[in-house]
Nanobody
Framework: QVELVESGGGSVQAGGSLRLSCSVS????????MAWFRQAPGKEREGVAA???????TYSDSVKGRFSISQDNAKNILYLQMNDLRPEDTATYFC????????????????????RGQGTQVTISS
């Protein structure tokens, strides 16, 4: 059974940094894509960043140059390093994974992933 558990959220001031972690258990697929999404109250879900099993990555325009997605395959952990945080980054962040999505495309951040965690709250104050 696949389980994704996020951690690392919190409250920081604008300009600060946070690193989110997503611990993945029960994952046996060789080809896959994993991603981070976020959702703020009253707003639609937004795909933030994704990485596939080859190491290819993609980012939304709103976070490009500030956020970095990475994975530790040995530990089965997905990370999201967030720098230069802004109040508009405030949201609940979710990690997601899907073995049916084997590589990054221009549609990846809009896709509905099969597995998703419960989320971790990130609050940025000005």
């Amino acid at each position: 059974q696949v389980e994704l558990v996020e951690s690392g959220g919190g409250s920081v001031q604008a300009g600060g940094s946070l690193r989110l972690s997503c611990s993945v258990s029960g994952w046996t697929y060789v080809r896959y894509t994993m991603a981070w999404f976020r959702q703020a109250p009253g707003k639609e879900r937004e795909g933030v960043a994704a990485v596939d099993s080859s190491g290819a990555t993609t980012y939304s325009d709103s976070v490009k140059g500030r956020f970095s997605i990475s994975q530790d395959n040995a530990k089965n952990i997905l990370y999201l390093q967030m720098n230069d945080l802004r109040p508009e980054d405030t949201a609940t962040y979710f990690c997601a994974a899907d073995h049916r999505i084997s590589r990054i495309t221009k549609f990846t951040l809009a896709a509905l992933f099969l597995y998703r965690g419960q989320g971790t709250q990130v609050t940025i104050s000005s």
